[in-house]
């Protein structure tokens, strides 16, 4: 039986989950005929058949081009791309959220400047998934039973993560795991004497506590607070330099008595804070989880089983040794806290030699100084220095006691400005003012793209992409070893002399005001892609001359990448 | 700049620090008599006290080898025809003193005394300084200090670094100063003080009018400026300039020590060595 479905009817393709039948799922929307549904043996073939769906789906949503029959003037070396359906999926996915990037593909890929590879090959990194770790959560680990309240059962849900969660956060239940599973007990078991730990925790009912773990042992390791942690803790204290301030940190290891005692819930700690069935409090677990969050998780667990996992843990744990204080590391240590502790008053005075700062000629440096101050001024200076005065001292002085003389006999006249005065004054103020006001009001937004109408800015905006792009990749096909390459720049260098014919003619089209603007925006441009012709012709000129000698030999490869406008 | 709101008790209550060049050097070749400058200072003085009753005004003069206080608004005795006039003649005479002081101390100082010989500046600066300090310790209600300088010599190289030590704590303490130009020639100096500061800088053309462009321009307190426009230089040109020529420049070499620039590799520094 054959079943003929056109391609063109498909518009997604999904695949069942791996433990499920193989499947494949061709969705067709409704008024397309529908979904299809395919089962296959195994998974390999489910693959193979998926790749190629999405292979064909790509080429006919146009976002892939058809792969290109190899011309003529093809290398064996540039066969078709392997693509993965994941790296197809990315570019696509790549395409689709930047538009810009799919203008540039659109062009070249499609116009047959540039192949697919080409395109892509620069752009790796992109298209690499970043291979980044995921660490452990943020959120703090909260086992979040569900309670049903007619049958009275509290049902808690552990995962994989949280496990592995666990028994980072507390190492005294990791130990206990690595001790009783599988030979005490099963995992489920041990799980299961977790969770009921956990219940009594939260009731913070002491006495009900201390009962359970007096008859159950694993409960007791359970409620009981967490003996490796107290002792990394003071471990961790020790090392701290005694020159710092403990106060603030002293919080985890010396009592519970400086925290406020908030459990995770919100609630207040009301039991006696000397118990041993006491549940951390909120700082407490933070600052572990904090702490846990951040040291990141330093390989890739498979969390498979929990007990490969314990073991994973338990090894990597060991290894940076705890090297507990020896003698001689303390006595380094001591040696070190008392160069860094120096105290002030104790020292001897020192007098620090100082050169006195003195200006030998301060006539030359005020006059330095002078320059620009008044240069700033507009020039309002005349250039002429003041009248040199050839009264003598005493003169000098004379001739101002007379003035003083005459104001004390004349008192004040009345009549200090004459209006006409008066008028001038006020008009060159008003000139002054209106004068600065508008210089300094020039907008500071606007520049030479804001003057040009609109579409004229875009087609520059894309041309200058073009030629980003364009002259990145003919730079980087020099030296040119191989014809393949030497067939590309021909390509490139005809895209770009179409380029620059468009960048003239738009030149002297401009409008007469934007004249000036447009030919200082288009000539970095036009420089840029006159270096690459010119330097093309020297390549060919060399090509030519040495005739037999590879041009690559003793060329050095010229990376220039053309030099961005003031856009 | 506005000062701190915290002290005032009435905001466009003013005190007026006016730095009046007295260097009988320029004087003697200006176009503007002393006699006529004065009076315009006068009348200036009174159209402030007459802004506000709370307003007070000091006048500082400056030599060429010292400075005084001549007028302080406080000290006067209160309002009435007698007062003014009697006040007047307080102020004339504390005038003819000072200049006779500095006379005699220029003499005995023979090194100031030459033709093209400056304004004490510096010291009158310093003395405003210390009376606005002043005013900033008798309480939490005082008048808000401004400085006017009026200018008419030439600027004195050597006192460059005690003027802008003055300069910066004006500025530190939110002291404007305002500075108008009565001479041909442009300060350096007090352009720079003027911007640091926030106050106005203004060089008169018609010097006859001098009252009017007092009135208009320095009479303003500082409230009032928020919302006033003055006018205003049109930026200060904050680029470099080398040492040997003068000329502005954008790279150059700079000495680790004075930090002076010089557009060439210089063995020895010609200002510090």
Known sequence: ?567 | MTSAHSKLYSDDVSLVVVVVDTNPFFWATAALPFADFFANLVHFVNSILLLNHLNRVVVIASGVSSCAYIFDSSDASPAGGVGVAATFDKASRRVEEFIAQDARATAANSSAASANAAALLSGALSLAMCYIQRIFRSGTRHPQPRILCLQGSPDGPEQYVAVMNSIFSAQRSMVPIDSCIVGTQDSAFLQQASYITGGVYLKPQELNGLFQYLAAVFATDLHSRTFLRLPKTLGVDFRASCFCHKKTIDMGYVCSVCLSIFCKNQKKCSTCG
């Open chain 1, 1 to 567: 039986m054959r079943l003929n479905v056109h391609f063109r009817s498909i518009k997604c393709h999904k695949v069942g989950s791996k433990q499920a039948r193989s499947l494949l799922k061709l969705c067709g929307g409704p008024d397309k005929g529908g979904d299809y549904m395919f089962e296959f043996d195994n998974a390999a073939d489910r693959d193979q058949c998926r790749d190629f769906v999405a292979m064909v789906l790509g080429q006919h949503q146009g976002t892939i081009p058809p792969i290109p029959n190899i011309p003529h003037e093809s290398v064996a070396s540039t066969g078709l791309e392997q693509l993965t359906a994941a790296e197809v999926e990315q570019r696509m996915k790549l395409l689709r959220e930047n538009s810009e990037l799919q203008k540039l593909h659109m062009k070249f890929v499609l116009g047959k400047i540039l192949q697919e590879s080409e395109f892509w090959a620069t752009r790796k990194e992109a298209n690499n998934a970043s291979k980044q770790r995921p660490a452990f959560k943020s959120a703090m680990l909260d086992l979040e039973p569900s309670v049903d309240g007619q049958t009275n059962k509290v049902t808690y849900r552990i995962t994989t993560e949280k496990i592995h969660q666990i028994f980072v956060e507390k190492p005294a239940v990791h130990r206990a795991f690595l001790d009783s599973v599988p030979e005490k007990m099963s995992e489920a078991h041990f799980w299961s004497k977790y969770c009921e730990a956990e219940t009594l925790l939260r009731t913070q009912n002491t006495a009900l506590a201390a009962a359970h773990a007096a008859v159950d042992e694993l409960l007791a390791v359970f409620l009981k607070s967490d003996d490796i942690l107290a002792k990394e803790a003071k471990f961790k204290i020790k090392q701290v330099d005694p020159t710092l301030d403990m106060e603030p940190d002293a919080g985890d290891y010396y009592s519970r008595l400086l925290d406020h005692r908030i459990l995770r819930d919100g609630s207040i700690q009301t039991v006696d804070t000397n118990s041993e069935f006491v549940m951390r409090t909120l700082s407490q677990d933070l600052n572990q989880h904090a702490a846990v969050v951040l040291e990141g998780r330093s390989h890739d667990v498979k969390l498979t089983d929990t007990k490969t996992l314990a073991e994973e843990l338990a090894r990597l744990k060991k290894e940076p040794s705890s090297c507990y204080n020896t003698d001689d590391a303390n006595h380094e240590r001591l040696v070190n806290v008392a160069h860094v502790t120096c105290m002030e008053d104790l020292q001897a005075p020192r007098n620090l030699v100082y050169a006195p700062l003195c200006i030998k000629n301060p006539r030359e440096y005020l006059e330095s100084q002078q320059a620009n101050a008044l240069r700033s001024l507009g020039g309002s200076n005349d250039g002429k220095k003041a009248c040199n005065c050839s009264l003598s001292t005493d003169d000098a002085f004379f001739h101002l006691i007379d003035q003083v003389s005459s104001i004390k006999a004349n008192r004040l006249n009345c009549n200090v400005v004459d209006s006409n005065v008066a008028l001038k004054v006020f008009n060159e103020l008003n000139k002054g003012i209106s004068y600065s006001r508008s210089h300094n009001l020039k907008n500071p937004h606007e520049n030479i793209l804001g003057q040009l109408p609109g579409q004229t800015r875009d087609e520059l905006m894309d041309h200058w992409a073009s030629i980003q792009e364009l002259l990145r990749h003919f730079w980087l096909s020099y030296p040119i070893t191989s014809a393949a390459l030497g067939d590309k720049v021909e390509r490139l260098k005809d895209a770009m002399a179409q380029i620059y014919q468009k960048l003239q003619d738009m030149k002297e089209s401009a409008a007469p005001d934007v004249r000036h603007e447009m030919s200082q925006l288009v000539k970095p441009m036009m420089q840029a892609m006159d270096a690459a012709f010119s330097h093309d012709l020297e390549q060919q000129q060399k090509c030519s001359k040495g005739k037999g000698t590879s041009p690559a030999g003793l060329e050095t490869r010229r990376v220039a990448w053309p030099v961005q406008s003031s856009i």
